[in-house]
């Protein structure tokens, strides 16, 4: 008896809990970062989510590539969090490119693709704020060359990484993945077993 005992015990100390399969990566939790949201309100982040399921991403809107597929996977992971009634999730797009990525162009960038603002926030802020979460975070953002049309237009590119992120609700990252190719149905599994 005392053998099937201790083998039951083994077997439950083996069995991940719910949220244990995802280690904690970083800790944003205690460090606020003040920035501005598309509406032009300033916001701490992430003491703004405090208490959800944050799908966080990395762009700006200048990316040719990778920031415009990552944005739309985030949008078809909203709907689809929508379409199984999964709530308590709010989507954040933080640009790391301050300087031309102003609330207003963040609002358009928001408005051109209809996505849903309802729990969806996109911010900027003062670029030395903005280096120190994308240290925080793991992103790079490298300028990479730019071009200067005739028409005195210039067109620029960042080499960055390609990421979104699972948040749990204390503000710790759990999970990383390629922002342009992520599997839809991985990170859905991965937020309702948080």
């Known amino acids: 008896m005392q053998k099937v ?7 439950l100390a083996l069995l991940p809990g719910c949220g244990n ?25 992430p003491d703004f989510v405090k208490g959800k399921t944050v799908i966080a991403g990395y762009i700006f809107t200048n990316c040719p590539d990778i920031c415009p597929l990552t944005t739309n996977n985030m949008r ?15 989507f954040v797009s933080i640009s790391f490119d301050p300087g031309n990525d102003t609330p ?15 729990n969806w926030t996109f911010l900027t802020g003062d670029k030395p704020v903005v280096d120190k979460l994308m240290k925080h975070v793991g992103v790079v953002a490298v300028p990479g060359d730019s071009t200067v049309f005739p028409s005195g237009k210039v067109s620029y590119y960042y080499i960055h990484t390609d990421r979104i ?5 204390e503000g710790r990252i759990r999970k990383n ?6 599997n839809i149905d991985e990170i859905i599994n991965d937020i309702k077993s948080l």
């Open 5 to 11: 005992l201790i083998n039951c015990f083994l077997i």
């Open 21 to 45: 399969d995802f280690p904690v990566i970083e800790n944003l939790g205690g460090s606020n970062y003040q920035l501005t949201n598309q509406n032009e309100k300033e916001v701490l982040f």
């Open 76 to 90: 078809l992971i909203q709907e689809r969090l929508e379409k199984e009634e999964v709530d308590n999730v709010q």
């Open 104 to 118: 207003g162009v963040l609002k358009k960038f928001a408005e051109i693709r209809n996505l849903d603002l309802n």
């Open 165 to 169: 992120q699972l948040i749990d609700s």
């Open 177 to 182: 993945y390629p922002g342009s190719s992520i």
